[in-house]
């Protein structure tokens, strides 16, 4: 019995350390993103220690797009201009980001949101792990 509500007093506050997100902290959302790692649905983890390409969010009153970019050396980035259309939607205090293409839609739940962290969860429980990138130039 002391297993059990040990059990269940731990899951509560697994639940209850979620961060509450607000309006204002979705524009953070704004700029480079680089993913860090990713927890598979197992609970094991995927590093990243470097990354070709990272992901540029732009939104502007709940709509706007998601685009695959590659950092140059010079400080510039490449992209083959393909853009993934996105809105925001928030149901029960949970914020999603509504991604859609023309092959395809799909959402994914923002866990948390810093000026240096974003977490994504996809509908396959994948958790991805993002961290503000830092430009750089060789100039």
Same mark, same amino acid.
């Given at each position: 019995?002391?297993?059990?509500?040990?059990?269940?007093?731990?899951?509560?506050?697994?639940?209850?350390?979620?961060?509450?997100?607000?309006?204002?902290?979705?524009?953070?959302?704004?700029?480079?993103?680089?993913?860090?790692?990713?927890?598979?649905?197992?609970?094991?983890?995927?590093?990243?220690?470097?990354?070709?390409?990272?992901?540029?969010?732009?939104?502007?009153?709940?709509?706007?797009?998601?685009?695959? &970019?590659?950092?140059?050396?010079?400080?510039?980035? @490449?992209?083959?201009?393909? +853009?993934?259309? /996105?809105?925001? !939607?928030? #149901?029960?205090?949970?914020?999603?980001?509504?991604?859609?293409?023309?092959?395809?839609?799909?959402?994914?739940?923002?866990?948390?949101?810093?000026?240096? &962290?974003?977490?994504?969860?996809?509908?396959?429980? @994948?958790?991805?792990?993002? +961290?503000?990138? /830092?430009?750089? !130039?060789? #100039?």
């Amino acid at each position: 019995m002391k297993k059990t509500i040990t059990f269940l007093l731990f899951g509560l506050l697994l639940v209850s350390c979620k961060q509450s997100i607000s309006d204002k902290d979705i524009t953070k959302i704004n700029g480079y993103w680089e993913i860090e790692k990713v927890i598979l649905k197992d609970g094991n983890k995927k590093d990243y220690k470097v990354n070709e390409t990272i992901d540029f969010f732009e939104m502007k009153d709940k709509k706007g797009f998601r685009q695959k &970019v590659m950092p140059q050396f010079d400080g510039t980035y @490449l992209t083959n201009n393909i +853009k993934e259309n /996105i809105t925001l !939607s928030s #149901k029960g205090g949970d914020y999603f980001i509504n991604y859609s293409t023309k092959y395809g839609k799909w959402k994914e739940e923002i866990l948390e949101i810093k000026d240096s &962290v974003l977490v994504l969860k996809n509908n396959d429980n @994948l958790e991805y792990h993002y +961290k503000r990138q /830092i430009p750089f !130039s060789l #100039k």
